[in-house]
């Protein structure tokens, strides 16, 4: 696990913030683990290789790494500053509220054109958590 926080000058356009629009889809990749399902799942679990390669993926919108708030939480604060509603997948097989302890997952919202691409590049679980409206 790891933390970061950075302070300093950006190129706005870069910025994986505030650009979610309705009709794209929201995933999380990775599992929200804790303890020793962490240290027994590692090929569940998202590491900084697998953040960086997201983070160089244009077609991503936004990032949210799930930490001990739980998918829930981190999803409620993207919908709140982005303005948008959401449609639940209807059958979901992840806990929304689980915490994701060291950051081991992380929502990704994107074009429906870019799942299959998304596939492609990481090769952790990938579930769909539903669209935004």
Same mark, same amino acid.
């Given at each position: 696990?790891?933390? /970061? $926080?950075? !302070?300093?000058?950006?190129?706005?356009?870069?910025?994986?913030?505030? =650009? $979610?629009?309705?009709?794209?889809?929201?995933? /999380? &990749?990775?599992?929200?683990? @804790?303890?020793?399902? @962490?240290?027994?799942?590692?090929?569940?679990? %998202?590491?900084?290789?697998?953040?960086?390669?997201? #983070?160089?993926?244009?077609? !991503?919108?936004?990032?949210?790494? @799930?930490?001990?708030?739980?998918?829930?939480?981190? %999803?409620?604060?993207?919908?709140?500053?982005?303005?948008?509603? #959401?449609?639940?997948?209807?059958? *979901?097989? &992840?806990?929304?509220?689980?915490?994701?302890?060291?950051? $081991?997952?992380?929502?990704? $919202? *994107?074009? =429906?054109?870019?799942?299959?691409? /998304? =596939?492609? &590049? /990481?090769?952790?679980?990938?579930? !769909? !958590?539903?669209? #935004?409206?």
């Amino acid at each position: 696990s790891m933390g /970061i $926080t950075c !302070i300093g000058l950006c190129d706005k356009d870069k910025l994986k913030f505030n =650009k $979610t629009k309705s009709g794209d889809l929201c995933l /999380i &990749i990775g599992l929200p683990m @804790v303890g020793n399902e @962490v240290v027994n799942n590692p090929d569940k679990a %998202l590491d900084i290789e697998d953040f960086e390669k997201l #983070f160089h993926c244009d077609f !991503i919108k936004e990032m949210l790494p @799930v930490g001990s708030r739980g998918i829930e939480c981190e %999803l409620n604060d993207l919908l709140k500053y982005n303005g948008l509603n #959401f449609k639940y997948e209807s059958n *979901l097989s &992840i806990d929304l509220k689980k915490s994701g302890g060291p950051s $081991t997952s992380c929502i990704v $919202t *994107l074009s =429906k054109d870019n799942l299959e691409e /998304i =596939k492609s &590049i /990481i090769k952790k679980p990938i579930n !769909i !958590i539903g669209s #935004f409206l």
